[in-house]
């Protein structure tokens, strides 16, 4: 869902250089879907409006100390978002796979419940069996595959909140 707002904003501030002044609006529909806007939508639900102010003439922004490093903050600003975006990525992608083990390493936790062969003793005179240690051995070490999993999770989820 971030990505999508990250694009409306970047559609929204490309757009501006051409709108002279122009309002927009955010919408609501009554399906939960949001829709932005020049113009009003008929059944919808008003959730904001923005104002779109044009640039400033290149020769205003240009102005300063310095000519030359006015260029380069801009490479700076673009070679930023540019890394932050990719880390941004980079940390999707993690939560995913992260997200994915853990799913796995649950459903091997569930189908692992179930004694396997040699992890039951016979009692004497045929009342039942018991588990033997290896069966617990076996569960304890499911168990701390999920924690693990859980907290690569709850770290990646972290790191990427971090990167925001």
């Known amino acids: 869902m ?3 707002k990250g694009l409306v904003a970047l559609v929204l501030a490309l757009c501006s250089g051409f709108a002279v002044g122009e309002t927009v609006y955010k919408y609501q529909r009554p399906d939960g879907s949001t829709v932005y806007s020049d113009k009003p939508i008929a ?3 008003l959730v904001g409006q923005f104002q779109l102010l044009p640039l400033p003439p290149a ?3 240009s102005e300063g100390p310095a000519h030359g490093d006015a260029g380069r903050g801009a ?5 930023r978002a540019r890394q932050r975006a990719q880390d941004l990525d980079a940390a999707d992608i993690e939560i995913k796979a992260a997200d994915q083990a853990l799913k796995d390493v649950e459903e091997r936790q ?3 419940q179930q004694p396997l062969p040699g ?5 004497a005179l045929g009342r039942g069996s018991r588990l033997r240690p290896e069966y617990f051995e076996r569960q304890q070490r499911l168990a701390s595959e999920v924690e693990q999993a859980r907290a690569r999770l709850e770290r990646a989820y972290r790191d990427r909140d971090e990167l925001r």
């Open 43 to 45: 059944n919808a639900r």
């Open 2 to 4: 971030t990505l999508i």
């Open 110 to 112: 569930q189908a692992g």
């Open 75 to 79: 490479g700076d600003v673009a070679q």
């Open 59 to 61: 020769d205003s922004r």
């Open 119 to 123: 992890e039951r003793i016979g009692n």
